[in-house]
């Protein structure tokens, strides 16, 4: 079974914020019907909102600014990931 990259994982619910009953669950469920199941009832989106390592070197000592240009030419959009806005 494939796992999401190491970060930060949560739910937005219906309230702002992060976090449901489902968080605590989740990382700990192994069957495949269910994991089926929680998808649809869970939609889950991964946000990343910094590169620590690109092309076979180590970003973290840049400025964050140049690793967030590096992290939006990646152009990271889609139906499960997604990067957030960023203003300086």
Same mark, same amino acid.
């Given at each position: ?32 019907? #269910?994991? !089926?199941? $929680? ?13 620590? +390592? %690109? ?11 140049? #690793?967030? !240009?590096? $992290? ?13 806005? +960023? %203003?300086?």
């Amino acid at each position: 079974m494939a796992h999401p990259p190491d970060g930060p994982a949560g739910t937005i619910g219906h309230r702002r914020g992060c976090g449901s009953h489902a968080d605590a669950a989740a990382p700990h469920v192994q069957d495949a019907t #269910r994991i !089926r199941q $929680l998808t649809q009832q869970v939609p889950v989106v991964y946000y990343a909102f910094d590169v620590l +390592y %690109r092309d076979g070197r180590l970003t973290i000592g840049l400025p964050y600014r140049q #690793r967030r !240009r590096l $992290l939006e030419s990646l152009e990271l959009h889609g139906p499960h990931w997604d990067t957030p806005p +960023y %203003r300086a």
